[in-house]
């Protein structure tokens, strides 16, 4: 079983939808949760930086995590076709340690 | 304030050749790490330096190896190439990946192809 699983995709919604976009993981000691979203041919850029367990908003983005199910979501509300892009979940234990990455969902918004 | 810079961004080589790939981190930033990302495998740590010491390194060959100057910026080193190194390298900046809640910020990565 991999530490972080994701599903590849591709998601592929309308404009406007609700996009839940998750990962599961397996190592009870990772703490700091991340998204990150990766245009073709670019590098990712970081979205939403959570700790612990607990749900936190930033304009249409929220991100959700749930240690006990070990389970973290990422909404996107009112998608538009610009969030068409891979999105990458990632996670690492407290104090020093290393990023461990999702493979990553491809999302497809059509006008 | 400029993002991480990778030079260069595309590079072909041929097996059995080496690379030297560099990456500038965001000013003030003193972690810097490697990533190699492919279809198959996805995003994998390669490893991270903060102030000209490797900390963490992962499970890659020998072949691959790193070192980061005194002004931050950093280099890795493919040795003699082979056709699976082809892959997306990517290097990320933070202040100090150590001290806690730290954020990673990506450069736009280097795209090796080796034939």
């Known amino acids: 079983q991999k530490e972080v699983e994701q599903d590849p995709g591709p998601l592929s919604v309308p404009e406007g939808a609700i996009v839940s976009l998750n990962c599961t993981y397996s190592?009870?000691?990772?703490?700091?949760f991340m998204w990150y979203r990766q245009y073709s041919r670019k590098g990712p850029e970081l979205l939403m930086y959570t700790y612990s367990s607990g749900n936190k908003e930033d304009g249409r983005f929220t991100a959700q995590v749930d240690k006990s199910s070990k389970y973290i979501s990422l909404f996107i509300r009112d998608s538009q076709p610009s969030d068409s892009a891979t999105y990458l979940c990632a996670m690492r234990n407290s104090g020093y340690s290393t990023l461990t990455f999702g493979k990553g969902t491809m999302l497809l918004v059509s006008p | 304030k400029a993002g991480v810079t990778q030079t260069p961004r595309y590079l072909i080589k041929t097996r059995g050749q080496q690379v030297t790939l560099s990456c500038s981190p965001i000013s003030g930033h003193r972690s810097v790490s490697w990533y190699q990302q492919t279809p198959g495998q996805g995003l994998q740590f390669l490893f991270e330096?903060?102030?000209?010491?490797?900390?963490n390194k992962g499970n890659f060959p020998g072949r691959f190896s790193g070192r980061q100057f005194s002004n931050s910026r950093s280099e890795m080193n493919v040795s003699t190439l082979e056709l699976g190194d082809s892959a997306l390298y990517l290097c990320a900046s933070s202040l100090d990946y150590a001290a806690g809640e730290e954020e990673q910020y990506f450069g736009p990565g280097t795209r090796l192809t080796v034939t």
């Open positions: 190592n009870s000691a990772f703490q700091y």
């Open positions: 330096y903060f102030s000209e010491t490797q900390r």
